[in-house]
């Protein structure tokens, strides 16, 4: 019985560690969402606490037959959604991209990563004039009086230069998103989010990574204003 007992005590705290993802309903939930380190967070962190103790060897190996599991279904989810190989103008190959990204651009831009909320560098860059360009290819992508302030951590734009971004749909982590990427190179940007209810002409929020960028300023060189 005490063993029964302790069993159900350590499930119960471990088991506490772990919060399920929030339905992304509104811009709220979304920018919550995103700022708690990207989709891995909870997993990586669910742990028994120091203060349980746990002899049965067995039971160490459910729990960590349970964690993993679940780890590696969020994996498989993303691997099996990425965006189909689609033909871009820029067909450089991957050794081609290394040589001239750095390692944190390559990530985002090439492998489809994240950069964390309220790190980049144009977060809280509001030119009023000037362009957004791919850091990549140096594709013209956003101009500067798109930008808007969303308080999401990443830059935002209500829309791209005409056809300078293709969206794609993006079903990783057991939703379906609108991916962004640039329309000469397909590198990643971020995604897309519609009816957020922002005060914008489009009703959009083009979420996109500031190491995906490269600011162009107008030939007066106009400073950015904070």
Same mark, same amino acid.
């Given at each position: 019985m005490a063993f029964s007992r302790r069993l159900f005590l350590a499930f119960s705290l471990s088991t506490r560690a772990y919060k399920p993802r929030p339905r992304l309903s509104n811009s709220s939930s979304l920018c919550n969402y995103h700022n708690r380190n990207h989709l891995h967070t909870s997993l990586k962190r669910a742990r028994l606490p120091s203060s349980a103790t746990v002899k049965s060897a067995s039971w160490m190996s459910f729990l960590g037959s349970l964690f993993g599991s679940s780890a590696r279904a969020e994996d498989n989810s993303n691997n099996n959604s990425k965006t189909p190989k689609m033909s871009y103008p820029d067909q450089r190959s991957d050794e081609e991209w290394r040589a001239v990204l750095s390692p944190e651009q390559f990530r985002v831009i090439r492998q489809k990563g994240t950069e964390p909320a309220f790190t980049g560098e144009y977060d809280k860059h509001y030119p009023s004039t000037g362009v957004y360009n791919c850091a990549a290819c140096d594709t013209p992508l956003y101009k500067a009086d798109t930008k808007f302030k969303s308080g999401c951590g990443w830059p935002a734009y209500f829309d791209a230069i005409p056809g300078a971004v293709t969206?794609?749909?993006?079903?990783?982590?057991?939703? !379906?998103?609108? !991916?962004? #990427? /640039?329309?000469? /190179?397909? @590198?990643?940007? @971020?995604? #897309?989010f519609k009816g957020e209810g922002f005060p914008t002409p489009t009703d959009e929020r083009h979420c996109v990574n500031s190491v995906s960028l490269r600011f162009e300023a107008s030939p007066d060189k106009e400073t950015a204003k904070a």
């Open positions: 969206r794609h749909v993006d079903r990783a982590f057991g939703m !379906e998103r609108t !991916e962004i #990427v /640039c329309s000469q /190179c397909g @590198g990643h940007l @971020g995604h #897309v």
